[in-house]
């Protein structure tokens, strides 16, 4: 690409000194000297239906919730979007004792009242997003995301990459 057609200042912006185009993608070169794109440098992901999907917004909507420590939207290259749930279990478990809910950490995610509590969280979400973006099937994790097993940055940004391959078993169940 030369630039932008009468637009010297876009075209600035885009193309560095050296010639380099930045589209906002990470890549590497391969062994044949092939460009490979490996990610992202915004947070926006692609359905398989060619929709794209700004996850960040939705999970901090979510986050709002006392119930909810984490939120992270899944569905890039999928045809759907779902969701992994990390529960303030601060707050859950008093919930449950007041459901009348004693029982083991394990059962009590997975209990009706306890997913329904959080159905209607993502209800409430998903009433105002576009079709295409809303959340169709949630998981309720009860681990912590930790710098030290590289899903998350110092900064406790989410590593999408490294959620993908920690939670690949969970993440395929929903799909």
Same mark, same amino acid.
């Given at each position: 690409?030369?630039?932008?057609?009468? @637009?010297? &200042?876009?075209? %600035?912006?885009?193309? @560095?000194? %050296?010639?380099?185009?930045h589209t906002g993608d990470l890549g590497e070169f391969t062994a044949e000297g092939f460009l490979k794109i490996t990610g992202h440098k915004k947070n926006l992901f692609k359905l398989s239906t060619?929709?794209? *999907?700004?996850?960040? +917004?939705? %999970? &901090?909507? $979510?986050?709002? =919730?006392? #119930?909810?420590?984490?939120?992270?939207?899944?569905?890039? /290259?999928?045809? #759907?979007?779902? $969701? $992994? *749930? #990390? +529960?303030?279990? @601060?707050?859950?478990?008093?919930?449950? %004792?007041?459901?009348?809910? =004693?029982?083991?950490?394990?059962?009590? $995610?997975?209990? =009706?009242?306890?997913t329904a509590l959080y159905q209607s969280l993502i209800n409430d979400v998903?009433? /105002?997003? +576009?079709?295409? =973006?809303?959340?169709?099937? #949630?998981?309720l994790l009860h681990l912590t995301l930790a710098i030290e097993e590289g899903a998350s940055k110092p900064l406790l940004t989410i590593k999408r990459d490294n959620i993908d391959q920690l939670f690949a078993a969970e993440i395929e169940a929903m799909y």
């Amino acid at each position: 690409m030369q630039g932008y057609y009468k @637009d010297l &200042e876009a075209t %600035e912006a885009a193309i @560095d000194a %050296e010639g380099w185009l930045h589209t906002g993608d990470l890549g590497e070169f391969t062994a044949e000297g092939f460009l490979k794109i490996t990610g992202h440098k915004k947070n926006l992901f692609k359905l398989s239906t060619g929709k794209y *999907i700004a996850p960040q +917004p939705i %999970e &901090e909507q $979510l986050k709002r =919730s006392p #119930f909810v420590k984490q939120a992270i939207i899944i569905g890039a /290259h999928r045809k #759907f979007c779902t $969701l $992994l *749930i #990390f +529960p303030d279990l @601060d707050y859950l478990c008093p919930q449950a %004792e007041g459901m009348c809910l =004693s029982v083991p950490l394990e059962k009590m $995610l997975k209990h =009706s009242k306890i997913t329904a509590l959080y159905q209607s969280l993502i209800n409430d979400v998903n009433q /105002h997003l +576009p079709h295409w =973006s809303t959340i169709k099937r #949630f998981r309720l994790l009860h681990l912590t995301l930790a710098i030290e097993e590289g899903a998350s940055k110092p900064l406790l940004t989410i590593k999408r990459d490294n959620i993908d391959q920690l939670f690949a078993a969970e993440i395929e169940a929903m799909y």
